[in-house]
């Protein structure tokens, strides 16, 4: 090869470089072997290049000491850019550190939380301010992330907040909470937190009052014996205007805060109007031997006090293997505890479609009669298992024109009131509703669920997104990954099977098989060392 060709080949290879290095930030791969790509941004992530009439700018506000010692900054980094890989031009991404651009102020005021970590350098500890959030700028509209250490609903946070800024439409839910003895604040609390969290708006109502026809999605959590009619009118009137709702109800009233007493709810009119749309919550209660763990206090023979933890089959597990798969909503299903639950009888009417979408084990069983849930009267909860055994429908969806319960009735009137309800609309709009037969889902009693307390405010979100017609939104949660139950195993011949077998196996088999490897592996080495002193030798 002459000088001129080894100049001309040298010359290329450096354009080639270049070039290379210029449409690096147009191209994108990552090997995700994840069951479900979680990892890697959704279809519905990369198709929002399709729905960006203008350039949306997502700035992640990140701290280089935050960088510098730990990697999550630069996964979530990774993730981002991603975005704008795959939108062709039309997300932009930036990366600032705010004390090194000066804008430490001005990140604060959008609301970028700053954080305080501590770092040993030379044996010696300091502590330092450092930001890691993200704003999302559309137009003269801006969604703040205030504080990002974490991938497991970033894409989910991003895309949802990306679109609702497209639609200009803010993700806002309605919550009537219906039962007399809770509060959303000191009862809803966790819920209240997820759907901040998650750019949602809540919007409470009181009941009996109006309700907007524009409001995207209603949560009535509870009031089969508080919400009376004009609560029942307001509620029917905007399902019949296209409205969407979640109702949590259940037949058998439980005092969870004191006595755990029980007794058959005395109906004000809520679950006759939602059986009318084809959901017929039962005044019954079901158990099952897919239980919780409950653990409670009680007086020993000697007078002292003692803690006892029994499985109690009034708090239910629900398994992934009794979820509809088929469904949106439990596609991704990782399962959901529930408690004091009621059984629900799918029976929709002719203009409504009706999908059960998860059911108890076949080893459940009711409570029609005598109701019992206090621990100590653990020798009532059989009664009558032998009679009532059987798979129990749990949570179902209904999608369609739902007839309404007011349709040939006078409108309701309160004493004392000068107001009158308006006209139901003359034509039915097409609606969603989901019934789930249990009204403490996503209350405080998750705490008690070990950890496994988040999948229903996860439900709960994903329910909200799907009712606001969001499916693919939901497809998102529905590919994180999903950790199973550690009590899964119900059957206690089955799990004492287990647990003998983890033992043999961790306990006998394989501190064996390191003992015979080291006894092969030392004869081998006598073996040789004796053929080499016999070679020596001769």
């Known amino acids: 090869m002459t000088k ?215 949560l009535v959590l509870g009031g089969v014996e508080e919400l009376d009619e004009w609560a029942l009118y307001r509620i029917d009137r905007y399902i019949q205007n296209g409205g969407k709702v979640f109702f949590t109800l259940e037949g058998v009233f439980v005092d969870a805060k004191n006595t755990l007493e029980s007794r058959i709810k005395t109906d004000g009119g809520l679950l006759a109007m939602v059986a009318s749309y084809g959901a017929a919550v039962q005044a019954e209660m079901v158990l099952d031997r897919s239980a919780l763990t409950l653990q409670y206090q009680t007086a020993a023979p000697n007078g002292s006090m003692q803690f006892r933890i029994i499985r109690y089959p009034h708090w239910i597990g629900v398994l992934t293997e009794n979820s509809n798969t088929k469904h949106p909503l439990t596609a991704g299903f990782g399962g959901i505890d529930l408690f004091w639950a009621s059984p629900i009888k799918l029976s929709p009417p002719e203009s409504v479609e009706g999908e059960i979408l998860f059911s108890t084990t076949p080893d459940a069983w009711l409570m029609t009669k005598d109701f019992s849930a206090n621990p100590e009267t653990s020798y009532l909860f059989e009664m009558e298992e032998p009679d009532t055994r059987g798979s129990k429908v749990l949570a179902v969806a209904l999608s369609g024109k739902f007839p309404s319960w007011f349709r040939d009735k006078p409108k309701p009137i309160r004493e004392g009131s000068g107001e009158e309800l308006p006209d139901l609309p003359a034509e039915t709009q097409e609606s969603r509703i989901v019934v789930i037969g249990d009204s403490d889902l996503a209350t405080t009693l ?37 950790a199973g139950r550690l009590d899964r195993i119900i059957d206690p011949e089955e799990r004492l099977k287990a647990m003998r077998f983890s033992q043999i196996l961790n306990v006998g088999l394989i501190p064996l098989g390191v003992v015979v490897l080291g006894i092969v592996r030392s004869l081998k080495r006598r073996t040789k060392t004796k053929g080499r002193e016999l070679s020596d030798g001769v």
């Open 4 to 218: 001129r060709q080894h100049w001309i080949l040298t010359v290329i290879s450096v354009v080639a470089l270049v070039l290379s290095l210029l449409i690096s930030r147009r191209l994108w791969f990552r090997l995700d072997l994840t069951k479900n790509k979680a990892y890697t941004i959704s279809q519905v992530s990369r198709n929002l290049s399709d729905e960006i009439p203008d350039q949306v700018r997502i700035t992640y506000y990140v701290s280089d000491k935050l960088s510098a010692i730990h990697p999550l900054p630069g996964e979530i980094e990774d993730l981002l850019r991603e975005y704008a890989a795959y939108s062709r031009g039309k997300i932009r991404f930036i990366r600032r550190d705010p004390a090194k651009t000066e804008m430490v102020q001005a990140v604060e005021q959008m609301g970028i939380q700053p954080r305080q970590i501590q770092s040993v350098e030379r044996d010696e500890a300091t502590f330092s301010t450092v930001y890691t959030g993200i704003v999302i700028e559309y137009l003269d509209r801006l969604e703040v992330l205030p504080w990002v250490f974490s991938l497991d609903t970033l894409e989910y946070d991003l895309s949802s907040r990306i679109r609702s800024m497209l639609r200009e439409s803010g993700r806002e839910v309605g919550v009537l909470v219906g039962d007399a003895d809770k509060q959303w604040t000191s009862d809803y609390g966790y819920l209240d937190q997820i759907f901040t969290q998650s750019g949602y708006r809540v919007r409470l109502l009181s009941p009996g009052e109006e309700i907007s026809d524009v409001l995207p999605v209603l």
């Open 446 to 482: 998750i705490q008690m669920t070990q950890g496994q307390g988040f999948q229903n405010l996860d439900f709960m979100l994903k329910a909200t997104d799907w009712l606001g017609n969001d499916d693919d939104i939901i497809g998102i949660r529905n590919r994180q990954p999903q």
